[in-house]
């Protein structure tokens, strides 16, 4: 059991951020693909909510619950701005928006678990 | 799945390939916007075209794209009367390529575009990297 949630809850949000980064790095690549569709991953409240507090076990072979890890999944025709002629629903200005908002989030994590790292290392000195 | 950051600056090096390549059609046919044929009544140079196609890479989990071929562009070739020309038929006129300079220029400007979208997610996800990393220095 970790002393500080917090500490864990961001890392594993930077897993998510990381993993949304990898999806929007797929769309703008796939940006000029007849028929691809932009896919994006769930939200990271809906992943959280999934999943519970771990249970203890004997043996680390043993049945638990892990943190899931978010899957890309594929976006809503509406949600989309925009649908070429060749059927590609990739817009690079929503993705370029999607990848500020994860450089932000992930910024902010960065910066928060450093201030955290700093509080440790005054408690010690 | 492997790291997704790393697999984010492969699946964009995969895009900037593919942009790169499409800028050197485009560059082909802008260079050959006048090229006719050689004898009388040849056929000129033929627009070329590039497609796309998204791939599923094993190693990182994700869709890359790469260039799924480089065709010819079927459309018709335009005329131009220049009896002098070698390529000239009987009647004077010369086939002339079928490329047209202003579409190509705007297919340039979005490759471009499509070029720099890429790199910037590439930086991010550098800079991410980065950020994790000075994590470790303090």
Do not use: C
Request: glycine share 4%; proline share 4%.
């Amino acid at each position: 059991m970790e002393p500080v949630f917090l500490t864990k809850l961001m890392s594993h949000n930077n897993d998510w951020l990381s993993v949304r980064q990898a999806t929007i790095a797929e769309n703008i690549a796939n940006s000029n693909t007849p028929g691809f569709r932009s896919r994006d991953v769930e939200p990271f409240t809906s992943v959280i909510s999934k999943t519970q507090l771990a249970m203890a076990a004997t043996n680390s072979g043993h049945l638990g619950t892990v943190m899931e890890v978010a899957e890309p999944t594929d976006v809503k025709k509406g949600e989309s701005w925009l649908v070429t002629h060749s059927g590609n629903s990739v817009s690079v200005e929503q993705e370029l928006m999607k990848a500020g908002e994860v450089a932000r989030n992930h910024a902010l994590n960065t910066s928060i678990s450093k201030s955290f790292h700093r509080m440790y290392l005054a408690s010690l000195k | 799945m492997s790291d997704p950051l790393s697999a984010a600056m492969h699946i964009s090096s995969s895009g900037l390939r593919a942009q790169s390549e499409r800028l050197r059609v485009v560059s082909e046919n802008l260079a050959n916007a006048r090229s006719t044929g050689k004898a009388a009544g040849d056929d000129p140079y033929s627009r070329k075209t590039i497609t796309f196609e998204s791939e599923f890479d094993r190693a990182h989990q994700a869709s890359m794209v790469k260039v799924k071929g480089i065709g010819t562009d079927k459309s018709p070739y335009t005329v131009e009367y220049e009896p002098g020309h070698p390529a000239a038929d009987e009647d004077g006129y010369v086939k002339m390529p079928n490329v047209n300079v202003l579409m190509e220029l705007a297919d340039m400007r979005e490759t471009n575009r499509s070029y720099e979208a890429n790199l910037k997610v590439m930086t991010q996800a550098r800079e991410m990297v980065m950020r994790d990393i000075a994590l470790l220095r303090d």
